[in-house]
């Protein structure tokens, strides 16, 4: 069966979104103080670098950088089987931060959920916000981002498929139709 | 890729694979025992036995602070303080157990081929934590992991493994496991303690414990398993450490940035001296910290794999 896929974002609709984004989470939290970026493996810890690089472009400063992997937090380990594990990485204490949890695209809510879990695990943030390059809608649960790059109605059949170069920049975005 | 098996039995099993997947996953348990709070919720919900027919302290201890991390319920029953004494049969057991309804059961046994017994009768997952002198895949993999992180890479590695290579489960879980993983591996020991064939799978063998060290990257000392043998294979222990232990002298034949290893409980003074026990090449603790870790992924691989296959 052929695969019909629709581009939504290329490299330029994408910087757009995300130099927006990084505007807004600076305006949101009155600059840089006690903000952290953590992305979820693997998509949203490459935009989450690109983010930091944003910030860092637009404020002259560094601001921390982790990587969560929600692997061991999922709620179906029972019914899909062990899924390869990724690292988490997120070498700065989380306590009193305010944290920017960043993934690719936002779909059921389930990884958000898993991704807040393993965060509280690790330490005890003052605030987490979401930013998200694509919400697809179809939550299961109540969650909704703070930052959001393109808001992409879908339906349950259809794919989001981010793309990233070897670089980890991201490079397009497009929706795949069963 | 995921991972295919129900139970572990032993590392003749594995794929290169497989062997790669837990290492790696073992790896990212690794960041959890490093937290405050040494608790993730993957398996919550799912029983664990630790049914261990024979004394084991480090693995037994390993394999339950493995499974609480990974937030499930671990009991303990050794065989000295069960129905065992009673008189009933590994079967009847077997069949008591499954009526409890565990999720996996790690089994050690002085019978080689005890777990394959029950992996063959129960529903749930089996792990082999040591069946006789067959094989102890958890050994080998937590052994592999340290060598990994130390060195690097496990292919191309020469492995000397000294020692009592006939009773050892932990040398041959490391044979099958380190070949198949492309490293090299020499066997030396007293010819009563070798076992006639062994060089068929894969292994050199040596009589000279120096023409196994020499140029090594990694040296595994076997404990001297004095319960097991009795005085049969064995004229003297002064005897057996003076031409089988590992010294600073023999030591300075491997390659200068070799490291030992040993499965403990280690008798000082008979396979390892002292000096090198607590010397700067050896890496025993690293090996103890890594079991964690690789027990973890044991777990939580076959946990998943077990529906996986259904």
Redesign the interface.
């Known amino acids: 069966m052929a695969k019909a896929e629709t581009i939504i974002l290329d490299r330029t609709g994408i910087n757009r979104a995300l130099t927006r984004i990084a505007h807004e989470i600076l305006e949101r939290n009155k600059g840089v103080e006690e903000l952290v970026l953590v992305g979820i493996r693997t998509g949203g810890d490459h935009l989450a670098a690109q983010l930091a690089q944003r910030i860092a472009e637009i404020e002259g400063v560094q601001i921390p950088l982790g990587a969560v992997d929600v692997t061991m937090y999922r709620d179906d380990l029972g019914s899909r089987g062990s899924l390869p594990m990724g690292k988490t990485d997120i070498p700065f204490p989380l306590d009193g931060r305010q944290v920017v949890l960043v993934d690719d695209v936002l779909y059921t809510g389930r990884t958000i959920r898993a991704a807040m879990d393993a965060l509280i695990d690790i330490g005890r943030p003052r605030t987490i916000q979401l930013a998200v390059l694509i919400d697809r809608g179809h939550r299961e649960l109540p969650i909704r981002p703070d930052y959001i790059g393109r808001n992409v109605p879908t339906s349950r059949e259809e794919k989001i498929q981010v793309d990233f170069d070897e670089q980890q920049a991201p490079v397009e975005v497009s929706l795949v139709k069963p | ?3 295919r098996h129900k139970h572990i039995l032993g590392t003749e099993q594995l794929s290169r694979e497989d062997i790669e ?1 837990i290492l ?2 073992a ?3 690794k ?2 025992n490093s ?3 040494k ?5 919550r919900g799912k029983t664990i036995i630790n049914l261990f027919y024979e004394a084991s302290t480090r693995t037994r201890t390993s394999f339950e602070i493995a499974g609480k991390r ?1 937030s499930a319920d671990t009991i303990n029953i050794s065989a000295s303080a069960s129905s065992v004494v009673k008189g009933e049969t590994l079967e009847d057991t077997a069949k008591n157990l499954q009526a409890m309804a565990p999720d996996i059961i790690v089994m050690r046994h002085s019978a080689s081929g005890a777990p394959h017994y029950l992996a063959k009768r129960l529903d749930c997952s089996v792990i082999n934590a040591g069946d006789g002198a067959h094989e102890h895949p958890s050994q080998a993999l937590l052994d592999m992991l340290t060598m990994r992180q130390v060195k690097g890479r496990i292919e191309g590695l020469k492995v000397a493994i000294i020692g009592d290579i006939a009773h050892s489960r932990v040398a041959r879980s490391n044979l099958y496991a380190l070949t198949r993983m492309g490293a090299t591996v020499r066997l030396a020991g007293p010819g009563t303690m070798i076992p006639p064939g062994i060089e068929r799978l894969g292994a050199e063998v040596h009589t000279d414990i120096n023409e196994a060290i020499r140029d090594a990257d990694v040296i595994i000392m076997l404990r001297i398993q004095l319960e097991r043998q009795g005085k049969t294979l064995l004229p003297t222990l002064r005897e057996y450490a003076r031409f089988y232990g590992l010294n600073p002298q023999n030591l300075k034949l491997a390659k200068d940035d070799a490291i030992v290893m040993h499965p403990g409980p280690m008798n000082r003074g008979v396979e390892i001296s002292s000096f090198v026990a607590d010397g700067p090449q050896n890496v025993i603790l690293d090996q103890v910290e890594n079991g964690v870790a690789v027990r973890m992924a044991l777990l ?2 076959v ?3 077990e ?2 296959e259904k």
């Open positions: 890729m995921s991972f997947l790696d996953t790896d990212s348990f960041e959890i937290r405050e709070i608790k993730v919720p993957t398996l990974l939580y691989l946990a998943g794999g529906q996986a």
